[in-house]
T-cell receptor
Framework: AQTVTQSQPEMSVQEAETVTLSCTYDTSESDYYLFWYKQPPSRQMILVIRQEAYKQQNATENRFSVNFQKAAKSFSLKISDSQLGDAAMYFC?????????????FGEGTQLTVNP | NAGVTQTPKFQVLKTGQSMTLQCAQDMNHEYMSWYRQDPGMGLRLIHY???????DQGEVPNGYNVSRSTTEDFPLRLLSAAPSQTSVYFC??????????FGAGTRLSVL
């Protein structure tokens, strides 16, 4: 079974600075997808960014980018120019390309605080 | 377009009671899932569906039933509530397996 680990329960960053959230995963599969989800205080989960394991190019969405290291099974999220609205719980998630349905395996989450 | 709607938002049950958590989406998505979120554990998959009439078990299915009689609705049934089922429950749907839209969650307490 796949596992996803987020070793930083809490992180903080100053507004306008850059922060990197870590995620590692364990799998024996070669084809899979990785995601970062954001959960603000409203509780609703929002997809931030998605990475396909077969794509070597790191995904980018505006101020959010990932550092995907397939051999190291590492998938970190970098938030540039941090804003107060970025404060949330961030979850890393894994989905096998071989199973049916949208079976996501989540990490434990990292609570991000943005200081003004 | 309401997205993914979960009802109720909050619920308190007594041990042994049964109830149904409702989930509805108006985006004609085939893929729907139920997760539970517990402190320090992230979200764990309970059941999922790949289309009307098709459901399967996730990581933690015991004590829960689901059905998918229509594309729009995916209710989660607690057969006999236990304190271990105290959690926040999220329903998600997607047109593809990748992009999942989550509901706002249902906070359930079992006394």
């Amino acid at each position: 079974a796949q596992t996803v680990t987020q070793s930083q329960p809490e992180m903080s960053v100053q507004e306008a600075e850059t922060v990197t959230l870590s995620c590692t995963y364990d799998t024996s599969e070669s084809d899979y997808y990785l995601f970062w989800y954001k959960q603000p205080p409203s509780r609703q989960m929002i997809l931030v960014i998605r990475q396909e394991a077969y794509k070597q190019q790191n995904a980018t969405e505006n101020r959010f980018s990932v550092n995907f290291q397939k051999a190291a099974k590492s998938f970190s999220l970098k938030i540039s120019d941090s804003q107060l609205g970025d404060a949330a719980m961030y979850f890393c998630a894994y989905r096998s390309a071989e199973t049916s349905g949208s079976r996501l395996t989540f990490g434990e989450g990292t609570q991000l605080t943005v200081n003004p | 377009n309401a997205g993914v709607t979960q009802t109720p938002k909050f619920q308190v049950l007594k041990t042994g009671q049964s109830m149904t958590l409702q989930c509805a989406q108006d985006m004609n998505h085939e893929y729907m899932s139920w997760y539970r979120q517990d402190p320090g554990m992230g979200l764990r998959l309970i059941h999922y569906s790949v289309g009307a009439g098709i459901t399967d078990q996730g990581e933690v299915p015991n004590g829960y039933n689901v059905s998918r009689s229509t594309t729009e609705d995916f209710p989660l049934r607690l057969l006999s509530a236990a304190p271990s089922q105290t959690s926040v429950y999220f329903c998600a749907s997607g047109l593809t397996r990748d992009i999942q839209y989550f509901g706002a969650g249902t906070r359930l307490s079992v006394l």
